[in-house]
């Protein structure tokens, strides 16, 4: 499968800005997916970029660079319940390939 | 609308037990997919189905059968129990061009 990285953990404070990267390999690209998932809990979407640019959700934006096998996800005014990991998933074919997760935690 | 229902939530096996994860799905959708996760861990996928009577094997695919007999179901069989196969396990399903919708979660472990 493909190689996707993110960063483990990140720190941010309520009402901040938090950018999450993700890395992939760019053959076979067929969609980038970012989700959300609390402990504990099944993954729910959030945003997905098929092609390049910023695509905006509320709160929440994800930018994708094909050329480059980059994105990610922007939070905007953090809240505490935003502290949550985000997968980034990589669709190739019809699969969906995940990265580790990256775990945000809000402070207030 | 149900979206993906897993059964049972929860579960406790002996080493060499057998067991079937139940996974249903009423969007019609003709993707269904079987993915495990570790604790701290992403996701690793196990089975996919792209339609009914077509399965193929993921990444981590040892100990485990599946099954896709109708376009909802999507069973996910282990025969014999390993302390290994201790995880959570989650089944989805996507339509064409759509993003995964999951399941709840079996978190399952063996002793």
């Known amino acids: 499968g493909q190689n996707i990285d993110q960063p483990t953990e990140m720190t941010a404070t309520e009402g901040a800005i938090v950018q999450i990267n993700c890395t992939y390999q760019?053959?076979?690209?067929?969609?980038l997916f970012w989700y959300q998932q609390h402990a504990g809990e099944a993954p729910t979407f959030l945003s997905y970029?098929?092609?390049?640019g910023l695509e905006e959700k509320g709160r929440f934006s994800s930018f994708l660079s094909r050329s480059k096998g980059y994105s990610y996800l922007l939070l905007k005014e953090l809240q505490m319940k935003d502290s949550a990991s985000y997968l980034c998933?990589?669709?190739?074919?019809?699969?969906?390939?995940f990265g580790p997760g990256t775990r945000l935690s809000v402070l207030p | 609308n149900a979206g993906v229902t897993q059964t049972p939530k929860f579960r406790i096996l002996k080493i060499g037990q057998s067991m079937t994860l139940q996974c249903a799905q009423d969007?019609?959708?003709?993707?269904m997919y079987w993915y495990r996760q570790d604790p701290g861990m992403g996701l690793k996928l196990i089975y996919y189905?792209?339609?009914?009577?077509?399965?193929d094997k993921g990444e981590v695919p040892n100990g485990y059968n599946v099954s896709r007999s109708t376009t909802e179901d999507f069973p996910l069989r282990l025969e014999l129990a390993a302390p290994s196969q201790t995880s959570v396990y989650f089944c989805?399903?996507?339509?064409?061009?759509?993003?995964?919708?999951f399941g709840n979660g079996t978190r399952l472990t063996v002793t």
């Open positions: 989805a399903s996507s339509g064409a061009g759509s993003p995964l919708h």
């Open positions: 760019t053959s076979g690209f067929n969609g």
């Open positions: 970029n098929v092609l390049d």
């Open positions: 998933a990589q669709r190739e074919g019809q699969n969906f390939v």
């Open positions: 969007m019609n959708h003709n993707y």
């Open positions: 189905s792209v339609g009914a009577g077509i399965t």
